[in-house]
Protein backbone atom coordinates (compact mmCIF):
# COMPACT_ATOMS: atom_id res chain seq x y z
CA UNK A 1 0.00 0.00 0.00
CA UNK A 2 1.44 3.83 -0.85
CA UNK A 3 2.45 5.52 2.39
CA UNK A 4 2.83 9.51 2.34
CA UNK A 5 4.90 11.59 4.70
CA UNK A 6 4.08 14.82 5.13
CA UNK A 7 6.88 17.74 5.87
CA UNK A 8 7.85 21.20 6.16
CA UNK A 9 4.38 22.63 8.07
CA UNK A 10 6.24 25.56 10.42
CA UNK A 11 4.96 28.57 12.04
CA UNK A 12 5.78 31.73 9.35
CA UNK A 13 4.65 35.47 9.85
CA UNK A 14 2.10 37.05 7.43
CA UNK A 15 3.64 37.74 3.55
CA UNK A 16 5.87 35.00 4.56
CA UNK A 17 6.97 32.04 2.61
CA UNK A 18 7.18 27.88 3.20
CA UNK A 19 7.41 24.72 1.02
CA UNK A 20 5.63 21.83 1.80
CA UNK A 21 7.03 18.01 1.04
CA UNK A 22 4.52 14.68 0.31
CA UNK A 23 7.22 11.49 -0.16
CA UNK A 24 5.24 8.25 -1.89
CA UNK A 25 7.06 5.32 -0.30
CA UNK A 26 6.64 3.42 -4.13
CA UNK A 27 6.12 4.79 -7.31
CA UNK A 28 2.56 6.91 -7.97
CA UNK A 29 3.97 8.39 -11.12
CA UNK A 30 2.36 8.99 -13.69
CA UNK A 31 -0.49 7.72 -13.04
CA UNK A 32 -1.37 8.73 -9.81
CA UNK A 33 -3.36 12.56 -9.58
CA UNK A 34 -1.81 14.02 -6.52
CA UNK A 35 -3.15 16.72 -4.45
CA UNK A 36 -2.91 18.58 -0.97
CA UNK A 37 -5.52 19.64 1.31
CA UNK A 38 -6.06 21.64 4.22
CA UNK A 39 -8.21 21.52 7.26
CA UNK A 40 -9.14 24.64 9.79
CA UNK A 41 -10.11 23.83 13.63
CA UNK A 42 -13.94 23.58 13.03
CA UNK A 43 -13.52 24.04 8.92
CA UNK A 44 -14.20 21.67 6.54
CA UNK A 45 -11.45 20.75 5.08
CA UNK A 46 -10.85 21.87 1.43
CA UNK A 47 -8.74 21.32 -1.47
CA UNK A 48 -5.97 22.80 -2.00
CA UNK A 49 -4.26 22.03 -5.56
CA UNK A 50 -4.15 19.14 -7.52
CA UNK A 51 -1.27 17.82 -10.04
CA UNK A 52 -1.58 15.09 -13.07
CA UNK A 53 1.06 12.75 -14.29
CA UNK A 54 0.96 14.87 -17.10
CA UNK A 55 1.26 18.23 -15.45
CA UNK A 56 -1.84 19.86 -15.69
CA UNK A 57 -2.77 21.95 -12.48
CA UNK A 58 -5.33 23.19 -10.13
CA UNK A 59 -5.90 25.76 -7.55
CA UNK A 60 -8.64 26.15 -5.19
CA UNK A 61 -9.29 29.87 -5.90
CA UNK A 62 -8.13 31.58 -2.74
CA UNK A 63 -4.75 29.94 -3.08
CA UNK A 64 -4.01 30.80 -7.01
CA UNK A 65 -1.01 33.01 -8.01
CA UNK A 66 0.34 32.57 -4.29
CA UNK A 67 0.91 28.92 -4.13
CA UNK A 68 2.35 26.40 -6.88
CA UNK A 69 1.77 22.51 -6.42
CA UNK A 70 4.81 20.68 -8.51
CA UNK A 71 6.38 16.95 -8.55
CA UNK A 72 9.40 15.32 -8.80
CA UNK A 73 8.55 11.85 -10.37
CA UNK A 74 12.70 10.10 -9.77
CA UNK A 75 11.92 11.13 -6.52
CA UNK A 76 8.43 10.43 -5.81
CA UNK A 77 7.86 13.84 -4.18
CA UNK A 78 4.74 16.26 -4.65
CA UNK A 79 5.86 19.83 -3.48
CA UNK A 80 3.84 22.67 -2.20
CA UNK A 81 5.62 26.67 -2.51
CA UNK A 82 3.67 28.77 -0.69
CA UNK A 83 4.63 32.68 -1.00
CA UNK A 84 2.13 35.75 0.29
CA UNK A 85 1.18 33.64 2.99
CA UNK A 86 -1.90 34.92 5.09
CA UNK A 87 -3.33 34.26 8.46
CA UNK A 88 -6.88 32.46 6.69
CA UNK A 89 -3.46 29.69 5.12
CA UNK A 90 -3.56 28.47 8.69
CA UNK A 91 -4.28 24.78 8.65
CA UNK A 92 -3.66 21.21 9.02
CA UNK A 93 -2.23 20.55 5.36
CA UNK A 94 -2.15 16.47 3.78
CA UNK A 95 -1.13 15.12 1.39
CA UNK A 96 -3.62 13.14 -0.95
CA UNK A 97 -2.79 10.42 -3.61
CA UNK A 98 -5.79 8.95 -5.98
CA UNK A 99 -4.59 5.69 -7.44
CA UNK A 100 -6.59 4.90 -11.24
CA UNK A 101 -8.97 2.83 -9.72
CA UNK A 102 -10.44 6.16 -7.17
CA UNK A 103 -8.82 4.59 -3.88
CA UNK A 104 -6.76 7.62 -1.81
CA UNK A 105 -3.79 7.91 0.47
CA UNK A 106 -2.95 9.95 2.66
CA UNK A 107 -0.69 11.64 4.29
CA UNK A 108 -0.49 12.26 8.72
CA UNK A 109 -0.17 16.14 7.99
CA UNK A 110 2.00 19.22 8.87
CA UNK A 111 0.84 22.62 10.65
CA UNK A 112 1.40 25.27 8.65
CA UNK A 113 0.44 28.33 11.38
CA UNK A 114 0.60 32.01 9.75
CA UNK A 115 1.12 34.60 12.53
CA UNK A 116 2.83 37.66 13.72
Known amino acids: QVQLVDSGGNLVQPGGSLRLSCAAS????????MGWFRQAPGKQRELVATITGGGSRNYADSVKGRFTISADNAKNTVYLQMHSLKPEDTALYSC??????????WGQGTQVTVSS
Open 96 to 105: NARAPWGYEF
Open 26 to 33: GTIFPNYV
